[in-house]
């Protein structure tokens, strides 16, 4: 199938990102992802790897619209962790005998 990615076009098959990734330990994946076999691969890095372009040149919309397309299921970033309230400064001994 003919997808353009970062205003190249390329000609890709399903089985031939798989099996370029095949081998490829998954980097943490903190954006959209893509399930490729058993594993869950950061859009960007499978199109660093099938395009050979850096990741600045293409954007990750652009990615999942062309995995989509060769019937990758692609998922949505993971929800950010709650920031863990500011604790109150503890209070300092012998504070007020500095008080003039």
């Known amino acids: 199938?003919?997808?353009v990615i970062a205003r190249f076009p390329f000609?890709?098959?399903k089985s031939e990102v798989?099996?370029?990734?095949?081998?490829?330990?998954?980097?943490?994946?903190t954006g959209i992802s893509v399930s490729i076999g058993r594993r869950v691969y950061?859009?960007?890095q499978v199109g660093e790897v099938i395009t050979k372009q850096d990741r600045r040149d293409f954007t990750s919309g652009?990615?999942?619209?062309?995995l989509t397309r060769l019937g990758f299921t692609c998922h949505d970033?993971?929800?950010a962790a709650p920031a863990a309230p500011a604790a109150?400064?503890?209070p300092r001994a012998n504070e007020d005998a500095w008080r003039w």
């Open 11 to 13: 000609d890709l098959t």
């Open 1 to 3: 199938m003919r997808c």
């Open 42 to 44: 950061p859009v960007m």
């Open 77 to 79: 970033a993971p929800p």
């Open 88 to 90: 109150a400064p503890a």
């Open 18 to 29: 798989e099996q370029s990734m095949n081998g490829i330990s998954p980097e943490p994946v």
């Open 62 to 66: 652009e990615m999942r619209r062309a």
